[in-house]
């Protein structure tokens, strides 16, 4: 029977094998040992996943420690076959035989290592699936394990790969699975749990079971075969050994530098590139892990080269609001002498992750036309060798945040519990000639500085600055204040915020240049500011105060309005039908209900100022509470209240009316502030105070010249009708 078995298996082998003279076949035993280290749990999507059946939407993971398989197989069989046919140092096509797959019962099976681009690879299987599988599916991974004959324990090399299980009846049946990942002595099987139903594998008629007990599993590798260095401002480089390939966490003092990647076997990655990226190792920038990220893009039906700078966070354990801001310019090198570089500057702030709304990555989908890159008198790529680099400028920041109470002209008397709706922001930027030098010696205009994100209320806020002014040529220093909503539930979100920026004089802070305003906020105004906020003569004289040790302090006091808003409709009884014939637009009654949770914040504010509701529509046009509507001219009738809520019956109501264009705005004398104020009148309750505006009646205001022909044809006007002569 053994013998017939091997003689079985010996005729697999060589329906298996492929002709090419590369082939190699080794046999794997059933007595596979512990693959060493750990691995950590990583979940990413691929940017293309192909499936010919319908699981389109399988994750692909990296394979985490508890799933590490451990022990010899339990298989009543155990027998298995890979042979892999190489395409030279950094590509292999390997075929994994399992026998007498149904009956497996062990809970992993691993094939034999094979070696490709002088990395050790395997193969990982799962028939039933492993803990993050959906019931009833195989889970399928490659490992890259440590290279051969290298003791450091970081590495890590970029892989592009595809998965498949072969329908030797009709291939084009088979399942097959695409995805990259740079593996890394932290990170060394990658995958999907949920590779493809298990049912429909060992369903004899499905035509995957060969000789109605063996399934062959394929592994399509490519290996970038990639250098790099690194060098910060000193000058000092870091080659490879230098350079951590498999950085574990930022250096907070790297703020400026150049990094270059270079990529020996760019045309097997050529293909690839259309529908995935490639990616370098990870270099330190400030608290951030960058690296640069290389694919293909169609614009306007012209193929481009993409590339952008992305940050990478290495450590799940670090601190979440991680980011930093960086100046960068991304360059493709010229390899041909005299023939110029590709060179593009960009800037934003990186974050650590995708949770606190900053970019984590920037660049350009059109960086180059791929027939410039390719073209052989173009110098870009030679001897199938791409030289990419970027340098890159962080700037040293520091800042703080405190939720206090009595800001923007609110006086305290005696202590005060902190308000959720206000706080100041405090941001140190140091080097900041270094940074204004930097942006005259590129040429770089109109170009900000945003800072990191604070929360007050439910609103994200930051600053933003623009070092050289937004005018040409550069006279001042503008400044903003951006808020926007961080819950993004809603895209007519708006909040009214008084804000203080500041200018800090850090020798005389009575000095320090002040400008306060309020607005509403929205997503068409998110942000709010000066453009001649300071003049640069001013900020740079040494003797100002305002650069000290090249640090400009800025600080943002923020006071924002707790309010809620509900709109009614109510039906008017009393519409006169005459008006229809006329085609006027005539408005039920409507009823907006302005409710303000905080107005003792405000107090001092509106013995100056104002504030304001959001916009709500009445009869064709937006009103507001205390606003205006330039645009449109309607006559409106209305009655406001400032509701007594404990004596609705109290409540003082006052009628009038508008003309929206005529009349800017309708100003009710309503009652004495402390009346209102009083704690036992009933309108001024545990710090809030209700308004409401009911519209009475809606219709446009039409000039004498509009009117002129209807009067000659009609005696009278309706009585909705409203002119100017």
């Known amino acids: 029977m053994k013998q017939k078995q091997k003689q079985k298996q010996k005729q697999k082998q060589k329906q298996l094998s492929l ?12 007595d596979q040992s512990q693959p060493s280290g750990n691995m950590t749990a990583s979940t990413s999507s691929p940017s293309t996943a192909v499936a010919t059946t319908q699981l389109e939407k399988s994750s692909v993971v990296s394979l985490s420690a508890v799933e590490d398989p451990a022990g010899s197989r339990d298989s009543p069989g155990g027998q298995e076959s890979v042979t892999v046919e190489r395409r030279g140092e950094f590509a292999a096509l390997c075929k994994w035989t399992i026998v007498n797959f149904p ?123 990639e ?8 000058n000092e480089l870091q080659p490879n050994a230098m350079l951590s390939l498999g950085v574990t966490g930022p250096v907070g003092d ?107 990555s920037l660049g350009w989908n059109d960086y180059m036309k791929m027939s410039d890159f390719i073209g052989t008198e ?67 205009t109109g170009l900000c500085i945003k800072s990191r994100r604070f929360q007050i209320g439910n609103r994200d806020c930051r600053l933003i600055v623009y070092p050289r002014g937004q005018s040409q040529p550069p006279c001042h220093l503008s400044v903003f204040l951006e808020v926007t909503d961080s819950r993004n539930i809603s895209s007519d979100w708006s909040c009214f915020v008084s804000h203080r920026l500041s200018v800090v004089n850090q020798r005389m802070e009575e000095k320090s240049v002040s400008k306060e305003s309020q607005n509403r906020y929205s997503k068409a105004a998110k942000d709010w500011g000066w453009r001649e906020f300071v003049t640069l003569t001013s900020l740079f004289d040494q003797d100002s105060g305002f650069l000290v040790q090249d640090t400009v302090v800025f600080s943002a006091e923020v006071l924002i309005l707790k309010e809620t808003s509900i709109m009614q409709d109510f039906t008017d009884q009393n519409t006169d039908s005459s008006s229809a014939g006329f085609g006027v637009d005539r ?19 509106m013995e100056t100022r104002k504030i304001f509701s959001k916009f709500f529509q009445a009869g064709g046009c937006e009103l507001r509470i205390v606003g205006t509507d330039p645009d449109k001219n309607f006559w409106v009738r209305y009655r406001m209240a400032v509701v007594n809520q404990k004596n609705p019956a109290k409540t003082l109501w006052k009628e009038s009316s508008i003309c929206t264009k005529t009349w800017n705005n309708s100003v009710l004398q309503f009652m004495k502030v402390s009346d209102m104020l009083d704690a036992d009148a009933g309108f001024l309750l545990r710090d809030t105070v209700v308004f409401v505006c009911e519209i009475l009646d809606c219709c446009p205001w039409f000039e004498f010249s509009d009117l002129e022909v209807s009067i000659y044809l009609h005696n009278t006007l309706p009585r909705h009708w409203c002119c100017s002569w």
Request: glycine content about 6%; proline content about 4%.
């Open 103 to 225: 009956k497996v019962k062990g809970r992993a099976l691993w094939s034999k290592y094979f070696e490709v681009g002088g990395y050790d690879c395997r193969l990982l299987v799962y028939p039933k699936g492993d803990s993050q599988a959906l019931p009833g599916y195989i889970s399928i991974y490659l490992q890259i394990m440590d290279p051969r004959g290298t003791s450091s324990s970081k590495w890590d090399c970029f892989t592009s790969y595809r998965l498949a299980v072969v329908n030797p009846l009709d291939n084009s049946k088979s399942i097959h699975r695409d995805s990259w990942h740079r593996f890394s002595s932290k990170k060394k099987s990658h995958g999907w749990c949920d590779f493809t139903p298990s049912a429909s594998i060992i369903e004899p008629k499905s035509g995957f079971l060969l000789n109605n007990d063996s399934i062959l599993i394929t592994a399509d590798i490519l290996v970038l075969n």
């Open 19 to 30: 002709s090419s003279s590369s082939c190699e076949a080794v046999s794997s035993s059933s």
């Open 378 to 444: 173009m110098g870009f790529l030679v001897d199938d060798t791409a030289i990419l680099s970027t340098s890159f400028h962080v700037i040293k920041e520091l800042s703080s945040f405190s939720k206090i109470g009595g800001l923007i002209g609110v006086r305290i008397n005696g202590p005060r519990k902190p308000d959720m709706q206000t706080g100041k922001f405090t941001w140190r930027i140091e080097n900041f000639t270094k940074l204004k030098d930097l942006l005259k010696k590129r040429k770089i």
């Open 254 to 360: 790297i703020l400026s530098g150049r990094f270059t990647w270079k990529v020996h076997n760019f045309s097997l990655f050529k293909n690839m590139i259309k529908t995935q990226k490639i990616m370098s190792p990870v270099f330190p920038a400030g608290e951030c892990n960058l690296r640069i990220s290389v694919y293909q893009s169609s614009v306007n039906g012209v193929d481009y080269l993409s590339m952008c700078l992305e940050s990478k966070d290495t450590e799940k354990t670090s601190a979440p609001d991680r980011s930093c801001w960086c100046l960068f310019r991304m360059s493709v090198l010229n390899q041909k002498p005299g023939l110029n570089h590709m060179h593009r500057d960009s800037y934003g702030r990186f974050a650590a992750d995708n949770k606190s709304g900053d970019n984590t």
């Open 227 to 234: 250098s790099v260095s690194f060098s910060r401002d000193n």
């Open 587 to 605: 408005v039920g009654k409507r009823s907006f209900t302005w409710r303000v949770e905080n107005f003792l914040s405000f107090k001092e504010i």
